[in-house]
Nanobody
Framework: QVQLVESGGGLVQPGGSLRLSCTASGFTFDNFNMAWFRQAPGKEREGTSCVTWLGSTSYAHSVKGRFTISRDNAKNTLYLQLNSLATADTGIYYC????????????????????WGQGTQVTVSS
């Protein structure tokens, strides 16, 4: 069965950095788009970044220039490098698997993803 397991979250000061990882299993990782979403307390889940099966990337305006999504197909692992973190970046970060095999379409809509990890907490605070 499909499993997505995130790690790397933690407490960091404003301006700091973190690197999140998501280890995938149960499907052919290199044939699917992957994404990172986040959910802040009291807010809806929002997409932050997407990487297609070919490695092209797309970012939400709020994180562009600060976050970098990448994938290592040999390790079945998705990454998110978070730099210049702000308190507004606090939340639970989830990785997600795209629904469609070998899709060329970028998406940050939750409805385009069918499996989710359990999430990892990122807290930005001084």
């Amino acid at each position: 069965q499909v499993q997505l397991v995130e790690s790397g979250g933690g407490l960091v000061q404003p301006g700091g950095s973190l690197r999140l990882s998501c280890t995938a299993s149960g499907f052919t990782f290199d044939n699917f788009n992957m994404a990172w979403f986040r959910q802040a307390p009291g807010k809806e889940r929002e997409g932050t970044s997407c990487v297609t099966w070919l490695g092209s990337t797309s970012y939400a305006h709020s994180v562009k220039g600060r976050f970098t999504i990448s994938r290592d197909n040999a390790k079945n692992t998705l990454y998110l490098q978070l730099n210049s973190l702000a308190t507004a970046d606090t939340g639970i970060y989830y990785c997600a698997k795209g629904k469609r095999w070998r899709s060329d379409t970028y998406s940050l809509a939750a409805s385009d993803f069918d499996y989710w990890g359990q999430g990892t907490q990122v807290t930005v605070s001084s």
